[in-house]
């Protein structure tokens, strides 16, 4: 006779949810827009509140980019730390922790008196953007298979495209409706509307879909499958080999991590996304001002080509991870960056108002589509379990990149007075790092056996 008890683990073999349900659809809602949120306003939104931040703080140029500087470390501390943070307690608690400390952050910056105050505020946000972007990403191999998984990474990549979005029009209404403090303004509306998603992440984000009995026939001989099991699985109960299961889960953690480090796959796509990081930000820092000050554009048209940059990473955002499905990772990652070389050309080269149009739309078409690829290919090389762990790894390449790009590309322009070179230096980073990735091994359906 069966006893009326049952655990955890029964009543979820009982519930109807699968990696196959239709809930996918609203885990990858929640990632985009918590992306939106957390870096479109947080990290992005940065460049449209920045010169009138720079006027009411009196910093100079060289302090107004330190700002950047400090919310780069934050950012590139925390990727890797919460990849490794998410691997251990799951996405929903880290994602949402970190949208909570971006909103922080955001509200510090809005009331910040001083460069020192703005320079922390800056590295809050920092934190909190490491603790939802690559997390983010890396849950998408847990609700998705190598067949749908590209296109759900780069969709919910392309949240920062609708950030930007935003960001042009309405920075500069409410700049100009709160007038002396409107920037601060802008900070208090960027938090407020973060706040609003983190609710909304905590309500309806969930960590993997529950375990089905079919699930449980693909599992592992003690009972877990390797992409399915909670990140925290491991850590209740006794091991059936004795000793507590908590000291036998830190030690396959750490395991799981030498492994990360051990992985030719993991450094390669490290390389990629570091030459990609060099490259983005070159591009990315400098653009206005290339604009305005070199080729003499109005800031109104300047800040019409970076719309052109964010609706274009929107609608490409549905193509490349569809693509990425069919002919696999590495050809995809080549053939952006291949057009995001050629964009870099058009913007160094004085070829006219045509030439520039065309830039913004191959760098906008890709620009947040390589970090979705490369968190789909770290899903593809270790599983939905190790995908936490592995995107926190190589986030940290694209932040070394993002340090070295546009520090060299400042030189150049200083050297050249014109950021023209500083764009074919991009220009060619960007095709050194499209080789790269042509060269990458096409790991789809290596972690699929045990789903």
């Given at each position: 006779?069966?006893?009326?008890?049952?655990?955890?683990?029964?009543?979820?073999?009982?519930?109807?949810?699968?990696?196959?349900?239709?809930?996918?659809?609203?885990?990858?809602?929640?990632?985009?827009?918590?992306?939106?949120?957390?870096?479109?306003?947080?990290?992005?939104?940065?460049?449209?509140?920045?010169?009138?931040?720079?006027r009411a703080l009196e910093l100079s140029s060289?302090?107004?980019?330190?700002?950047?500087?400090w919310n780069l470390a934050g950012y590139t501390i925390m990727g890797l730390v919460g990849g490794i943070l998410a691997s251990r307690f799951g996405a929903r608690l880290v994602v949402t922790t970190g949208m909570v400390l971006t909103t922080v952050g955001m509200l510090l910056t809005g009331v910040s008196g001083g460069l020192l105050a703005a320079s922390a505020a800056r590295f809050v946000t920092g934190l909190g953007n490491g603790?939802?972007?690559?997390?983010?990403?890396?849950?998408?191999?847990?609700?998705?298979?190598?067949?749908?998984?590209?296109f759900a990474s780069t969709v919910a990549a392309s949240g920062n495209g609708l950030g930007l979005m935003v960001a042009?029009?309405?920075?500069?209404?409410?700049?100009?409706?709160?007038?002396?403090?409107?920037?601060?303004?802008?900070?208090?509306?960027?938090?407020?509307?973060?706040?609003?998603?983190?609710?909304?992440?905590?309500?309806?984000?969930r960590d993997r879909p529950y375990e089905t009995p079919r699930d449980r026939q693909t599992a592992s001989p003690d009972g877990h499958n390797p992409r399915l099991v909670s990140p925290d699985a491991s850590w209740a109960g006794e091991s059936p080999t004795g000793g507590s299961a908590e000291r036998r889960g830190r030690q396959v953690w750490v395991a799981d991590f030498v492994d990360v480090l051990r992985s030719g796959y993991a450094w390669h796509l490290g390389v990629v996304y570091c030459l990609y990081g060099v490259a983005?930000?070159?591009?990315?820092?400098?653009?206005?001002?290339?604009?305005?000050?070199d080729l003499q554009l109005s800031a109104e048209a300047a800040g019409s080509l970076f719309l052109a940059v964010g609706a274009s990473s929107l609608?490409?955002?549905?193509?490349?991870?569809?693509?990425?499905?069919?002919?696999?990772?590495?050809?995809?990652?080549?053939?952006?960056?291949?057009?995001?070389?050629?964009?870099?050309?058009?913007?160094?080269?004085?070829?006219?108002?045509?030439?520039?149009?065309?830039?913004?739309?191959?760098?906008?078409?890709?620009?947040?589509g390589v970090p979705g690829l490369v968190g789909a290919a770290c899903g593809d090389g270790f599983g939905a379990r190790l995908a936490f762990m592995s995107l926190g790894f190589v986030t940290v390449f694209i932040g070394?990149?993002?340090?070295?790009?546009?520090?060299?590309?400042?030189?150049?322009?200083?050297?050249?007075?014109?950021?023209?070179?500083?764009?074919?230096?991009?220009?060619?980073?960007?095709?050194?790092?499209?080789?790269?990735?042509?060269?990458?091994?096409?790991?789809?359906?290596?972690?699929?056996a045990s789903v």
């Open positions: 006779m069966l006893s009326g008890r049952r655990t955890v683990k029964d009543r979820r073999t009982r519930l109807p949810s699968s990696r196959n349900s239709s809930y996918r659809w609203v885990i990858l809602a929640v990632a985009f827009f918590g992306i939106f949120g957390a870096l479109g306003f947080g990290r992005f939104g940065y460049s449209a509140i920045l010169p009138d931040m720079q060289a302090a107004a980019g330190s700002l950047a500087s603790m939802v972007m690559a997390p983010s990403i890396a849950l998408m191999s847990s609700w998705f298979d190598s067949r749908r998984l590209g042009g029009p309405v920075v500069p209404r409410i700049i100009a409706a709160g007038g002396l403090d409107g920037w601060r303004w802008a900070w208090f509306f960027f938090a407020a509307l973060t706040a609003v998603v983190a609710i909304v992440t905590f309500a309806f984000e983005f930000l070159i591009y990315f820092t400098f653009f206005q001002k290339r604009l305005i000050a609608v490409f955002g549905l193509i490349w991870g569809a693509v990425s499905d069919r002919i696999g990772r590495g050809p995809t990652l080549g053939t952006i960056l291949a057009l995001q070389g050629v964009a870099a050309c058009l913007f160094g080269f004085r070829l006219g108002t045509a030439a520039l149009i065309l830039s913004a739309i191959f760098f906008g078409s890709g620009v947040f070394i990149g993002m340090v070295i790009g546009p520090y060299v590309g400042g030189l150049l322009a200083d050297h050249y007075s014109s950021l023209g070179p500083s764009y074919l230096l991009a220009a060619g980073v960007f095709l050194l790092s499209a080789v790269a990735a042509f060269c990458l091994r096409d790991a789809r359906g290596e972690c699929s």
